[in-house]
């Protein structure tokens, strides 16, 4: 069994990125610090003010991450006292362009000095490509507004630019290279010597080919996460802000680069828009969670900001369905209900970190208020409840004998997945009818059995029908209903949900029904108690109406 596990999984990796995981285990190059004083270059023009970052400083040294506190004090910069994942947001120093940031200058002054002191071994968290480039580009920004970076800091960033260039995350790629290069484009904008000249030019050619990779052409981010796609759309935007700041647009690379990122973003904001019903919190499909990057209404702002006119781009609210091809999302709204249908793969083959089990599942609202989500993102790391988010349990969709249709393992690994076939759409005057079915029940109990699902959108009403065709025990198919909503209880197959002043009616046609205790999320490190329907499939059919 593991074996099998690790086989379908590392099949299908690229090339590249176990041979850099094997270059990772042997070599890790040193930190050193940087005796000179580097030159730093002008900007022409203002940096404008980006996506505020969550507010993380409580105290003088003192973090709160996700709902949990830690003073620098007593658990320092390093050490198993904090799990990774908050660790890694202790070196973000994503507080230095926070809400009222410079209310803290002096905190921020003091950290920076503690940090510099304290994180000279290549083995330290903030030297973890990933924080250190996060670090990298949050300097950066503070010094450009506030002109409070000390010489021992601005060579200290230096030396980290120097180490970064060396620890580029090709064994890992997608949004974590990505970071990467953007890291190197800020270091080569805000020196100026030739080492700098090298780093703009190299993250220059890693952004321009990323962009084309990881860019669906219907603007999504190919790592199909609503969370991803914001923070990528803001490190979209950061680049060009920081590109026209210094105004380098004399030089081809960078020429190229701000022309494609201005041909890719009215199309980015356009998917978040399709892929979200309210402008303050992302939907729950892939790892997903409002409280870790931008908000959508953030990346508009700031989109605007830098000169987009969401007039004439944004169109997507104004059409009944949008069908995300390239991602493989369905975005449909009949009067006020709207529906966003998973018919996706899990993301690129190569890089499923972020990945559910979550295929021909679906989030519904009424007037923007959340009817029905998914279990959504509360944790990382190896943990049960890790496990049970990534799973096809946490999802309104159908899980066959107890067993996810796609093999999500550890903290970030996905072996067999299914794959979405047969989609149909077929949008007539007084309905929208949407089928798929998915194989990867096929793939991981072997035999021949797949789940279909049919939604038929009216304008008051939706029929969902689930359908899993070949042998099997059992079959589930689970509607988790907001925490928000109240359930009140009509007959036995019939209920409504009320979230404040909206209602809709639940109806059982065809299943058995038990209503259960459950708890999803919108937020990183947070869990709130709701209900969930588990309708039983009878004879491999169930039919609901939501009115």
Same mark, same amino acid.
Request: charged share 25%.
């Given at each position: ?209 990323? $962009? ?5 052409? #219907?603007?999504?981010? /190919? &790592? *199909? !996460?609503?969370?991803?796609?914001? %923070? @990528? ?117 190569? $890089? ?5 089990? #979550?295929?021909?599942? /679906? &989030? *519904? !609202?009424?007037?923007?208020?959340? %009817? @029905? ?129 909206? &209602? ?44």
């Amino acid at each position: 069994m593991i074996i099998d596990l690790y086989f379908n999984t590392v099949r299908r990796l690229k090339f590249k990125q176990i041979f850099f995981q094997i270059v990772r285990r042997i070599y890790r190059p040193e930190f050193k610090s940087y005796l000179l004083d580097p030159t730093t270059r002008t900007h022409k023009n203002k940096f404008i003010d980006a996506c505020p970052e969550k507010n993380s400083l409580i105290g003088n040294k003192v973090f709160k991450f996700y709902g949990e506190e830690g003073s620098l004090l007593e658990i320092g910069w390093n050490g198993n006292e904090k799990d990774k994942l908050w660790r890694f947001n202790q070196h973000y120093f994503n507080d230095l362009n926070a809400a009222n940031s410079h209310n803290r200058i002096d905190w921020h002054k003091d950290l920076i000095q503690d940090w510099i002191i304290c994180n000279n071994s290549k083995y330290s968290v903030g030297l973890h490509a990933y924080p250190l480039s996060l670090r990298i580009a949050n300097w950066i920004k503070w010094d450009l507004r506030e002109r409070a970076l000390s010489k021992p800091a601005i060579k200290s960033l230096f030396a980290q630019g120097i180490f970064l260039e060396k620890s580029l995350e090709h064994n890992i790629l997608g949004n974590h290279l990505f970071a990467n290069a953007k890291a190197l484009i800020f270091l080569g904008c805000y020196f100026n010597c030739l080492i700098s000249q090298r780093w703009l030019n190299k993250g220059l050619k890693i952004i321009h080919k990323e $962009l084309q990779d990881q860019i669906l052409d #219907d603007g999504g981010n /190919f &790592e *199909l !996460s609503p969370m991803y796609h914001c %923070i @990528f759309s803001k490190d979209c935007l950061d680049i060009l802000n920081i590109l026209k700041s210094y105004d380098l647009e004399e030089k081809e690379e960078v020429k190229n680069i701000i022309k494609l990122l201005e041909l890719k973003i009215p199309k980015m904001v356009d998917w978040i828009n399709a892929m979200t019903f309210d402008d303050n919190k992302v939907t729950n499909f892939n790892d997903s969670a409002s409280n870790i990057g931008p908000s959508p209404l953030d990346i508009k702002t700031y989109a605007i900001k830098l000169g987009f006119n969401f007039e004439n781009m944004n169109t997507v609210k104004k059409l009944n369905v949008i069908h995300l091809k390239d991602s493989g999302y369905i975005s449909a709204q009949k009067q006020d209900i709207k529906i966003i249908i998973d018919v996706a793969k899990l993301g690129p083959d190569h $890089l499923l970190a972020h990945g559910h089990a #979550d295929t021909l599942s /679906f &989030e *519904l !609202s009424r007037q923007q208020k959340s %009817i @029905f989500v998914n279990s959504g993102t509360s944790c990382y790391g190896s943990s049960s409840r890790r496990m049970f988010e990534r799973s096809t349990r946490a999802h309104n969709t159908v899980e066959v004998n107890r067993t996810s249709s796609s093999q999500t393992w550890s903290s970030f690994r996905v072996a067999k997945r299914a794959y979405p076939f047969n989609l149909k759409i077929n949008e007539k005057k007084e309905s929208l009818n949407i089928e798929c079915s998915h194989d990867g029940y096929e793939k991981i109990l072997k035999r021949s059995l797949s789940h279909t699902r049919y939604w038929k959108i009216e304008a008051r009403k939706i029929i969902i029908q689930d359908m899993v065709n070949g042998k099997h025990e059992s079959a589930i198919s689970r509607f988790i209903v907001d925490p928000s909503v109240v359930i009140k209880k009509i007959d036995d197959t019939k209920f409504l949900l009320k979230n404040d002043d909206v &209602e809709i009616e639940f109806i059982i046609k065809v299943g058995t029904i038990n209503l259960i205790k459950w708890e999803s999320t919108n937020n990183f490190g947070y869990l709130e108690q709701t209900k969930c329907f588990e309708i039983g499939l009878i004879n491999g059919v169930s039919i609901v109406e939501i009115i």
